[in-house]
């Protein structure tokens, strides 16, 4: 298949105006006779089911929680970029796309990144009039801080629950709806298949978490809206209920799987504990503006803070190295998560890593305390400190944070084009589920505006475009692809259920979270991602051999539902080490360990691999098929990232 990604002609700050001008549109009287699905109320999903509805569009929205309130949106914590330029520093729309572009180290499309820029405008000021009670300035005009990889600021925030407020505004506008009938809610369901009929997404397969029942609904068109995939690798910040399955599954139906090895690792999350945990918690960017990152200056120092000899408050300056600092002056702590993250895990190779494991570098703020006072942290930052406290059962204002890079978003995912449709007409995918905007890294702040971009402002214009060019006959789901669709599922569960193994989908988990963080996370070898594929390989053929799983299929059974998640992660982590093997370079969060510059840096490849990896699933136990959509770049110029 030729990927078409629709980015419409003319130069780069029309090319949005226009193409909504062209979209064919759906008159007020016909949007009704449409049937429109979203899966997912997180900021994406919950803002594009309201949206949508708003218009006139019958919506039917899915989630598997009890309530749209619990999206993992909510756990965003550090800000929102837009580019209002409150403090006069010099931003503009045109310098976050730029700043965009070269934090995902020039592998997202222009069009899609500059209309991410240009509608981040509209989206502080909708949110505003929804009541998010962001952070004002003195004089009342909304209040910015910095992040990484930019010098202006630009990052709007609500303390550190930014993600919370966002969401309690898209679930405000979600309600209107639903109290007006224009949105149907559906909780605690878990989408299982994506249905199929003459080419067109024309509805899903769920199943009822609490009672079993397997369900089928069907719409004009699909909306995907499920979060990325980060808990592949089991330990993340994501919650433990994140999962792949609606992407996976939209994938086998037909829609490609782009770029799937460009993982971010977040550089400040509190280290692992034990072998107990089940998620890591995520200390927001936003603390890089006040906290100093820094390690001993040497081992003998670093072995002594491990045996508890010494305390960080004890290390005199001289003998401290604040190497993001050091090594990246024009930025320094607020050097894109990529850099930062690379950076901490090289201090803990060196043997100066901190805290009883070594894994672990410090995030100091006794200059700010001492500077302004610890009041004035504490009105800044205060909930971040008190969870970190709470957890650590160590006081941040007396002794530094310990932090530790670990998985936290996923760039690749369901291929789209402009109009955010996968390769299956009539299925889309918005936020972090598609591949669109971020490159091989994300800039902190930028995963709220993306959502709250294709929710509120894109998909409204887009799925329209597509509406338009069929008639508002009614569908049903009574054509013979949906009894097929429901048949799978049901013939999936059974298998599942019948195995009667001694090993728990938790076990097997674990077992894969440490095969990808170790071969295919913060560095990757083609040598460990062979051994990996392998592992993968041995590990997919246990888990349908030795899968134990108590209850039956029609009753409530979390072990049920892990199974069937597990089961695509381990797929997707094969495909996630056959991108990464494929890609002959370093590029933001892909990092080879045999392609860096001789500083240590990721060293691109530009001739040879500017492009999206589009992978076509062709099916069981067949090597998927890539496609590449070349990358072309005409208002950046293509150089070695640096933010010395």
């Known amino acids: 298949m030729i990927l078409d990604s629709k980015i419409p002609e003319g130069p780069l700050a029309e090319k949005w105006e226009k193409h909504k001008f062209n979209v064919k549109l759906v008159n007020p009287a016909n949007k009704r006779k449409y049937d429109v699905i979203v899966v997912g109320t997180g900021l994406a999903g919950g803002a594009a089911a309201a949206s949508l509805a708003e218009l006139g569009y019958n919506v039917k929205a899915f989630t598997y929680h009890d309530s749209p309130r619990r999206a993992h949106s909510i756990a965003a914590q550090g800000g929102i970029n837009a580019a209002k330029n409150y403090q006069n520093d010099g931003d503009s729309v045109f310098r976050l796309f730029y700043d965009t572009i070269k934090g995902g180290d020039y592998r997202a499309r222009e069009a899609n990144v500059y209309r991410l820029a240009q509608v981040s405008v509209n989206i502080i000021d909708q949110c505003v009039a929804q009541g998010v009670p962001f952070a004002r300035e003195y004089g009342g005009l909304l209040a910015n801080r910095s ?28 309600s209107r709806q639903i109290a007006y009938g224009k949105v149907k809610m559906y909780t605690r369901s878990e989408m299982l298949d994506v249905v199929i009929v003459d080419g067109q997404a024309r509805g899903i ?85 006040d906290g100093r990152v820094w390690v001993p200056k040497t081992v003998a120092t ?56 070594g894994l672990a570098v410090y995030l100091d703020f006794a200059d700010i305390i001492k500077r302004t006072s610890a009041e004035a942290v504490s009105q800044k930052y205060g909930n971040l400190f008190a969870m ?53 890294n994300r800039l902190g702040a930028s995963a709220l505006m993306q959502g709250l971009a294709d929710g509120y402002f ?18 049903t789901t009574e054509d013979a692809a949906f009894q097929t669709a429901e048949a799978d599922v049901r013939g999936r569960i059974a298998k599942l259920m019948s195995i009667n193994g001694t090993r728990t989908p938790d076990d097997f988990h674990k077992q894969l979270g440490l095969i990808m963080w170790e071969y295919c996370g913060m560095a990757r070898s083609a040598e460990g991602l062979t051994h990996a594929k392998a592992e993968i390989q041995k590990l ?19 072990a049920l539902e892990k199974a069937g998640r597990v089961a695509d992660f381990i797929e997707l982590g094969e495909l996630m080490v056959d991108d990464a093997l494929d890609r002959n370079e370093s590029c933001g969060g892909h990092f080879r360990e045999e392609y860096a510059t001789e500083e240590g840096e990721a060293k691109r490849n530009d001739d040879e691999y500017a492009y999206v990896a589009a992978w076509q699933y062709v099916g069981d136990n067949q090597p998927e098929i890539l496609n590449k ?16």
């Not at 959509?629 to 010395?644: A, D, G, I, P």
Request: contains cysteine.
């Open 458 to 475: 894109v998909i409204p214009y887009t799925i329209g475009d597509y509406l338009a060019q069929m008639p508002p006959k009614p569908v």
């Open 540 to 558: 997919r053929r246990e888990f349908w051999s030795d899968l134990k799983l108590t209850g039956t299929d029609g009753e409530l059974n979390q």
């Open 205 to 289: 397969i769920t199943r009822n978490l609490i009672t079993g029942e397997i369900e089928k609904h069907a719409a004009h068109a699909v909306v995907l809206a499920t979060g990325g995939y980060g808990n592949v690798f089991y330990l993340s910040t994501n919650a433990m209920y994140c999962n792949a399955t609606a992407a996976w599954r939209a994938h086998k139906k037909g829609a490609y799987f782009a770029n799937p090895c460009f993982t971010q690792i977040h550089p400040t999350c509190i280290p692992v504990s034990g072998e107990y945990q089940s998620k890591l918690t995520l200390m927001s960017e936003s603390l890089r503006n």
């Open 388 to 440: 970190y406290e709470k957890i650590t059962d160590e006081n941040p204002y007396k002794e530094p944070m310990r932090i530790y890079p670990a998985v936290h978003y996923t760039m690749g995912g369901l291929w789209v084009d402009y109009n955010l449709q996968t390769t299956v007409p009539g299925l889309y995918a918005t936020g972090e589920c598609n591949f669109s905007d971020h490159g091989a």
């Open 302 to 357: 670093a072995e002594r803070v491990r045996k508890g000899e010494v305390k960080a408050s004890e290390i005199a300056e001289d003998d401290r190295d604040y190497f993001l600092e050091r090594k990246y002056p024009a930025f320094g702590n607020l050097v894109p998560r990529d850099v930062a993250s690379r950076n901490a895990k090289q201090m803990c190779d060196e043997g100066r890593g901190v805290g009883s494991t």
């Open 147 to 174: 992040f990484g990889g930019a010098q202006v600021s630009r990052t709007f925030y609500a303390r550190g629950q930014t993600g919370q407020q966002l969401l309690l505004g898209a679930y405000s506008a979600l």
């Open 629 to 644: 959509e070349e990358l072309h770049f005409e208002n950046v110029k293509l150089t070695q990232r640096s933010y010395k």
